[in-house]
């Protein structure tokens, strides 16, 4: 028996008005896409071209030359700088993941909403105001207790309350992300809600974390404003986190804008590091959590 009704075709025509306004808008996405890239691509590429022809060994075993010396480095920088972020995110994960962890598994809606909120306008401070704070917190103290003034510690600690809201807004939303069913399924065995969410929610959640803590470590790595309040810089080796420290985004401003060739040289191969180090850091990150699923 055949059918009375004509046989259609599903294919759509080149010429209907959705097809096109498919085609126009995948075209546009596209476009804007590669716009966006423009400014990335801008800027790493200079960067590269830039820092590439200073970059030597120099550059990691030796000191900052005099302004007319044209041997030196910034070895004390990529050094001070690896102490500070190492000095915040001592300070910054632990509290930001606990904290992540209370607003969803143990607070109440009421009070997790006001934190939530106060995460967010934090995120939103100008770096600049953290190091305004870090100096009366840390670098007054330091004086008050004779302890010394600017150093590692204050530019730390600075570094740490830009990376909290980012640790734990990222925690947090990670954390929500995990089902309920898994939770619902560990108390079912009997499991604590302690015990649930160390050995159950946790490690699910655990790529995402990483991954945000990576992001507040490479914003940490590039501010300059809070460590010029705080560490200041110094021209040798950091000794103690009591003293000031040189970083690399500060010796990128302080450089670059010198009147001395070889000082603006060193700022563009101290650019290149800087970059790198947050490439590197993004790449271990993603192969841990890789490595973890």
Known sequence: MTSSFPQRSLTRSPSSPRT?????MTGLAFICGALALIPLLAV??????????SINLDVFTQLPPSPFGKNGGFGNAILGTLLMVGIAALISIPFGV???????????Q???KWI???TNVLSGVPSIIAGVFAYGIVVLSLVKLNLGSYSALGGGFAL????????????????QLVSQDLRQASVGLGATNLQTVTQVVLPAALPAIVTGSTLAIARAAGETAPLIFTALFSSFWPDSILKPTASLAVLVYNFATSPYQSWQ???????LILVLMVLITSIISR???????
Request: charge should be positive.
């Open 20 to 24: 096109l306004f498919n085609t126009v």
């Open 44 to 53: 790493l590429s200079y960067v590269i071209i830039r820092g590439f022809s």
């Open 98 to 108: 606990l904290a992540a962890i209370y607003l969803t598994e143990f607070s109440s």
């Open 110 to 112: 009421q009070v997790a």
């Open 116 to 118: 939530r909120f106060a």
């Open 160 to 175: 740490a309350i830009l990376m909290l809201p980012i640790i734990v807004r990222t925690t947090d939303e990670a954390l």
């Open 265 to 271: 040289s060193l700022a563009w191969a101290a650019s």
């Open 287 to 293: 192969w841990a959590t890789k490595q973890k699923a």
